[in-house]
């Protein structure tokens, strides 16, 4: 990448600095859940028309797709991408600030406005250095993120990896592990596929001093938590990581009385998808066994979501390179596998992508709390290391 050039876009960035925290404080108290960013799609809709920039809007539902293009560049030329997610979460924030959540129940808790306002900070950077852009780009600003099936499957339905085509495409997420300055990336297997359980376990219920003429769905439920990672662990691959938890049990009794039924809810996470099959298929068959065990039935509920997301190993490592140039090799990080999971995984099984993560949190404080907390926020100058990596990217040959 030209020096001259990442000066350019490192003067922008510092002059957008204050401009852009607007956008990310205006976003973070306007929030809105998944499918449901009508007011951020328009928000984000009028700020490319400032710029210039053709888009469409209702992509996918509530997205917004903008391309940047100068006169050297073919209409029919393939194209980067770089993705900023739109939608929120149902959180009530705990934060007293300014900038806090005008929405009760919901929240930027996972950094999106942070997201959503460096791709407009990015936006108009590319657009002052137009000229110097060495193939189009496609912004992409991308709905439900957080929530099946995942706005980038919507997205990818409506083409947006077409007319130009998407030949490589980044993203960026805010990372409260990280501190303010620092970047994260790792090549290769990164995060994890995710998988929603959802059982309805149907017993008999009764007097709880007379457990003998009940079917009891709590004890076949207990028998499934403490069960199921046992059963998943004996067939696994020994080299697949693998992450089955529950979260959520309601069942309606009390002191003295057994519930007639009992819902429980969970997540199943990997990185194979042979795996993933096979993993599902075994614990569809033990909840089967357990209610039958104990003389009750269960109605089974494995909602597929995300794949694993992998980033390419080529596309991340020229990535990394470029930001120990510019930003020094202290700062930019090799990050380990995570368990988490990531809607942008479903363009990796498509296009080659880079996924990195952009540090956040605030080295004056002695607490910075992690993404999905009611008190979580970011340190906003990582603003401007965010808008110069990601506007950087779009120069890497690949």
Same mark, same amino acid.
């Given at each position: ?169 980044? &993203?960026?997420?805010? *990372? ?5 300055? %620092? ?5 290769? @297997?990164? /995060?994890? =596929? ?124 020229? &990535?990394?390179?470029? *930001? ?5 090799? %202290? ?5 380990? @596998?995570? /368990?988490? =999971? ?57």
């Amino acid at each position: 990448m030209n020096p001259e050039i990442f000066s350019a876009i490192s003067r922008k960035a510092a002059d957008l600095y204050l401009k852009i925290k607007g956008y990310r404080e205006h976003l973070h108290q306007h929030p809105e859940l998944s499918y449901k960013e009508f007011e951020t799609m328009a928000f984000v809709s009028e700020r490319l028309t400032e710029l210039g920039i053709p888009h469409e809007t209702k992509v996918g539902g509530t997205g917004v797709v903008g391309i940047i293009r100068n006169d050297l560049h073919s209409k029919e030329a393939t194209c980067v991408a770089l993705r900023a997610d739109l939608d929120a979460l149902p959180i009530q924030e705990e934060n007293e600030v300014t900038y806090r959540s005008k929405r009760p129940g919901i929240m930027h808790a996972c950094g999106h406005d942070f997201h959503t306002a460096t791709l407009l900070g990015v936006a108009e950077i590319l657009m002052s250095i137009k000229d110097e852009l060495p193939q189009p780009v496609k912004l992409i600003f991308q709905p439900g993120e957080e929530q099946n099936p995942g706005g980038a499957t919507l997205m990818i339905a409506d083409g947006v990896l077409e007319n130009p085509k998407v030949s490589h495409l980044f &993203a960026l997420h805010v *990372f409260p592990d990280l501190m303010a300055g %620092e970047l994260g990336l790792k090549g290769g @297997l990164y /995060m994890a =596929s995710c998988d929603e359980i959802h059982l309805t376990i149907n017993g008999i219920g009764g007097h709880g001093a007379v457990p003998a003429k009940c079917v009891n769905p709590l004890s076949i439920a207990a028998e499934i938590i403490l069960s199921t990672q046992e059963v998943l662990t004996i067939e696994k691959p020994h080299d697949v990581p693998q992450v089955i938890s529950f979260g959520r049990m309601e069942a309606y009794g009390s002191t003295n009385v057994i519930p007639s039924s009992a819902i429980l809810k969970g997540t199943f996470r990997t990185m194979d998808e042979a795996w993933r099959k096979k993993a599902h298929d075994l614990m569809a068959e033990n909840f089967e066994k357990l209610a039958a065990k104990y003389g009750g039935s269960i109605d089974i509920d494995i909602s597929i979501g995300y794949p694993f997301l992998h980033n390419d190993e080529g596309v991340t490592n020229k &990535a990394k390179a470029l *930001f120990q140039l510019n930003f020094g090799e %202290e700062n930019v990080i090799d990050l380990p @596998l995570r /368990m988490t =999971s990531e809607d942008f995984a479903f363009y990796s099984q498509i296009a080659p992508v880079c996924f990195y993560r952009v540090g956040v949190a605030d080295p004056t404080k002695e607490i910075n709390y992690g993404v999905h907390h009611p008190k979580f926020d970011v340190d906003p100058s990582a603003l401007i290391v965010a808008m110069k990596s990601f506007a950087s990217c779009v120069f890497i040959k690949v």
